[in-house]
């Protein structure tokens, strides 16, 4: 990508934030996503109607780590990287621009998909994992999950892994609650017996969601980032498409470097 395209994309993620047709990740108070961008002809997130996409090249497996919690929360604090992990909706221009300028840094990032984001927009899972990236689940629908029966809180956790198992090969690498930072043992349990022997955590929290500007995610994170954190961001959000690059400098400066999760903690 030029520079003139790169600022040609950040361009139009800025005017996609003036029109407010931002996806709010894991407000639990803006739940649903009415200005999904849906795939041209089609009837909403479903898919119907669109011919198949081309499976991607597998995503990796469910990470099983021996000797962690079942609940993983920050990785090692005796190393020099962390985690910058990534809810998964939201416009795929930002994604795409975001992805972008992780890549252009040498870093590597965790995104944690909403399954009915796949459903409209299934290139994306192609895209995460062609730029070296990790592809993870965060439920089908992203409702508040630890307040479900057992049998609608499994339908969202097995009905993304099914989105991700299509897509990819498998059901991606971690599974992450949505609307909570931690999982209850119910959720837990059910998780489990999807598939996924780890629930994905997280110890610093960058606030993005709530749009308060790139400068403020920046700052959020560098202020609170140590070694082996796992840091919780969203796809969807022009402030954080902009803070990304000032954050990865930071990181870098303090001799910090962003991988996977799953190179985190193994």
Known sequence: MTSLDRRSVLRAAASVAAAGALVTGCDPTRDQDPDAVRPPGGPGPSGAGHASPAPVRAARPPTRVPGLPVQIE????????????FHGRGDPRMATALLGEAERAGA???????????????AMARRILDGGHELGNHTLHHRDICALPAADAYAEISGCADRLRKLTGTIGSW??????????????????????????SYDVDSLDANDPGAAAVQRTVLNTVEPGSVV???LGHAGTVAALPPILDGLRRRGLRAVTTTELVT
């Open 232 to 234: 919780s961001l969203h």
């Open 175 to 200: 599974f992450r609650p949505s609307q909570t930072r931690r999982a209850t043992p119910l959720v837990t349990d059910l998780a489990r017996k999807a598939g996924y022997p780890h629930v994905l």
């Open 108 to 122: 590597r990032v965790t995104v944690l998909a909403i399954g009915d984001w796949l459903d409209a927009h299934p």
């Open 74 to 85: 920050h990785g090692p604090r005796n190393g020099r990287a962390v985690a910058l992990t």
